[in-house]
């Protein structure tokens, strides 16, 4: 008999694994589908990526219980420096002067990736298909009947709601016929660890350039994590670069203010494309994280931006629970885009809108607040406010980003 769960979620990348986590003492029987084979514990051995985390990113998931599992592999941010090459201004954010104590953390991809991973191991309520991969699927007036691979062959479960976490090349996106809107940003992101000649001590800096935006963001063992933009047509000359060519490059592009760059980690490289979906529904199904939207790492808000979509989803559904509803019912599908609709355009604006800006040699200021601006997002106090309203960061607050298991 095909085994019926109120939700699936299809991809156990870093979104998808936080809302199963989310609903783990929901009470609703929960499936979590995942293609790439465990161990799941470590991105690809390519990705070298730091993500820098929002205050309400960090608190919310302490409140999942996966932030104890970074004690010392996050790094708190204090300190933000951005500025514009071959420009004098500068803009400069202090926790301190906040009145908190950090203003986010920094964390390597693969650490959160482990720790939720960790998590997961310990909830037993979800039942897990790993390594499965989602094909097809037939919805019907009351179910999702879905069809997955699995190493031992065809299988098939059915859902009362389906959720695509399934990342940038959606198949539950696809298969639900929702479309899409693409733009090619015509760059490519090389990150890679390095240690800088002076400590960064907690203090990011973000520099904007014509050929695209810069990052140092202080790591663990007083090393950085660089982020380094370049137009696409330069990707292969910038990849062929020993570590010696690559960081000089790094030094010419980023300047001096770090001091001298030393003892380069492995380089990974990132093209960059914006795909959007045309909406976040349709019937029994919804989209979160990057199959919802994979935006332009600049300001640093796709993961802060999905977490908030799988918040949203999760106090949602459990609400819906508790009344004894559906998980798949329309109104809860009309409810979860009216409350992602706000944040989402917001974010999805601001970024494009940054993109361009960081670009264009004629506006200066305007894109010198994008780090400093996400990390303010979820702020308690006044600056927060503002900060959160001048980003268009006006959708509700979820539970779980103050602290709260709903
Ligand atoms: C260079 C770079 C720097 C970044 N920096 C930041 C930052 O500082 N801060 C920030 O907030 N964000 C940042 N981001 C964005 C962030 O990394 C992403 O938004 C986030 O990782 C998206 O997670 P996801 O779970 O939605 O998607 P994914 O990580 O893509 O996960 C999707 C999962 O679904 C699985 N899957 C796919 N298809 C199927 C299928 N058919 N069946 C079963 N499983 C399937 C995949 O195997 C995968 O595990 C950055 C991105 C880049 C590229």
Redesign the pocket.
């Known amino acids: 008999m095909t085994h019926l769960f109120d939700v699936t979620v ?7 694994s936080s809302l199963a986590i989310a609903l783990q003492h929901s009470g609703l029987t929960v499936a979590l ?4 084979p465990p161990p799941l514990r470590e991105q690809p051995r390519e990705d070298e ?5 929002a205050r309400a990113s960090t608190t919310a998931l302490q409140t999942l219980g996966v932030w104890p599992r970074l004690t010392g592999t996050a790094t708190p941010i204090r300190r933000i420096h951005v500025s514009r090459a071959g420009e004098f201004g500068t803009l400069r954010l202090d926790a301190a002067r906040a009145g908190v104590d950090s203003l986010g953390a920094v964390v390597p ?1 693969r650490a959160l990736a482990a720790a939720l991973q960790q998590e997961l191991d310990l909830c037993t309520r979800i039942h897990r298909y790993v390594p ?3 094909r097809d699927l037939r919805v019907s007036a009351d179910r999702v009947e879905l069809n997955l691979q699995t190493p031992d062959g065809e299988t098939t479960i059915a859902t009362r709601l389906l959720v695509g ?7 539950v996106r696809a298969l639900t016929g929702i479309g899409t809107d693409t733009i090619d940003y015509a760059q490519t ?1 090389f ?1 890679c660890s390095l240690l800088p000649q002076r400590p960064l001590d907690g203090l990011a800096y973000e520099r904007f350039s014509d050929t695209g935006p810069l990052a140092l963001l202080p790591l663990a063992d007083r090393r950085a994590g660089f ?1 380094l933009s370049v137009p696409t047509p330069e990707a292969a000359a910038v990849a062929a670069l020993d570590d010696a060519g690559f960081l000089a490059h790094a030094q010419q592009r980023f300047g001096w203010r770090a001091g001298r760059f030393s003892r380069p980690g492995r380089r990974s490289a ?1 093209p ?1 494309r914006r795909v959007v979906a045309q909406g976040l529904t349709a019937p029994r199904c919804v989209l ?4 919802a939207q ?1 935006i332009h ?1 600049i300001g ?7 977490l908030r979509d799988a918040l949203t989803l999760a106090e949602l559904l459990i609400e819906r629970h508790r009344g004894g509803g559906d998980a798949g019912s329309d109104a809860l599908l009309q409810t979860y885009a009216a409350r992602r609709r706000e944040d989402r355009e917001g974010t999805l604006a601001f970024s494009h809108g940054l993109v361009q800006l960081a670009c264009n040699p004629a506006r200066v200021l305007a894109p010198l607040r994008s780090l400093g601006l996400l990390l303010l997002d979820g702020l308690p106090d006044a600056a927060g406010g503002i900060a959160r309203r001048g980003m268009g960061f006006r959708g509700a607050t979820s539970a779980y980003a103050l602290g709260v298991r709903p």
Do not use: K, W
């Not at 990526?49 to 985390?53: D, M, Q, S, Y």
């Not at 976490?165 to 198949?171: E, I, V």
């Open positions: 299809i991809g156990s990348g870093l979104v998808g589908v995942e293609a790439a990526r730091n993500l820098a985390l991809a499965a991969q989602l976490a399934d990342g940038t090349a959606s198949q992101l990150v982020v990132h960059i979160v994280g990057n199959a994979t790492p640093a808000q796709g993961f802060n931006l999905g």
